[in-house]
T-cell receptor, first 112, second 113 residues
Framework: KQEVTQIPAALSVPEGENLVLNCSFTDSAIYNLQWFRQDPGKGLTSLLLIQSSQREQTSGRLNASLDKSSGRSTLYIAASQPGDSATYLCAVPSGGSYIPTFGRGTSLIVHP | NAGVTQTPKFRILKIGQSMTLQCTQDMNHNYMYWYRQDPGMGLKLIYYSVGAGITDKGEVPNGYNVSRSTTEDFPLRLELAAPSQTSVYFC????????????FGPGTRLLVL
């Protein structure tokens, strides 16, 4: 069974800082890894999807990396802004499946 | 293109009542999912479907039922509501491909009193 852990659980930073959010998983036989954003009271929005053959993906100020052998992924947020405040969730399928298991998320607050 | 839609947005149930949470997607996705999210917790998979007529249990299926008669619709049924089912319920869909992400609905907030 896939287990997904996200560290830290919560993070509060001043605007402009560069951030690293961590995700670790136990079963490395995966098809992909996804990072989602969830705003309070809202659904999840996909940020980045990394296929198992890729090492990283970038979208604007976001960069996600994947190290399958060590069971780790990081989400790097450059020059953080108050609008980045949200919960960030990592989702990883179990081996041989497309069904993702979610971590509990990192709650991020970026204050002006 | 509406994506994944869910109804209702919010509902209060009394213990023992029944209800159906509706989920519809217009992207012709094969896979559909129901999750529940409790405060401070990640999403837990209740049921999923890999195509019309095929459903399977997830991590927390007790107290729920699903059906998938069409590609578009995946309703979730609560037969005898209990306070432990107070949660936010999310429906999602995806295709069977490592290149494609999941798309989520806006959620249904359920309170059982």
């Amino acid at each position: 069974k896939q287990e997904v852990t996200q560290i830290p659980a919560a993070l509060s930073v001043p605007e402009g800082e560069n951030l690293v959010l961590n995700c670790s998983f136990t079963d490395s036989a995966i098809y992909n890894l996804q990072w989602f954003r969830q705003d309070p009271g809202k659904g999840l929005t996909s940020l980045l999807l990394i296929q198992s053959s890729q090492r990283e993906q970038t979208s604007g100020r976001l960069n996600a990396s994947l190290d399958k052998s060590s069971g780790r992924s990081t989400l790097y947020i450059a020059a953080s802004q108050p609008g980045d405040s949200a919960t960030y969730l990592c989702a990883v399928p179990s081996g041989g499946s497309y069904i993702p298991t979610f971590g509990r998320g990192t709650s991020l607050i970026v204050h002006p | 293109n509406a994506g994944v839609t869910q109804t209702p947005k919010f509902r209060i149930l009394k213990i023992g009542q029944s209800m159906t949470l509706q989920c519809t997607q217009d992207m012709n996705h094969n896979y559909m999912y129901w999750y529940r999210q409790d405060p401070g917790m990640g999403l837990k998979l209740i049921y999923y479907s890999v195509g019309a007529g095929i459903t399977d249990k997830g991590e927390v299926p007790n107290g729920y039922n699903v059906s998938r008669s069409t590609t578009e619709d995946f309703p979730l049924r609560l037969e005898l509501a209990a306070p432990s089912q107070t949660s936010v319920y999310f429906c999602a869909s995806s295709n069977e491909s490592p290149r494609e992400t999941q798309y989520f609905g806006p959620g249904t907030r359920l309170l059982v009193l």
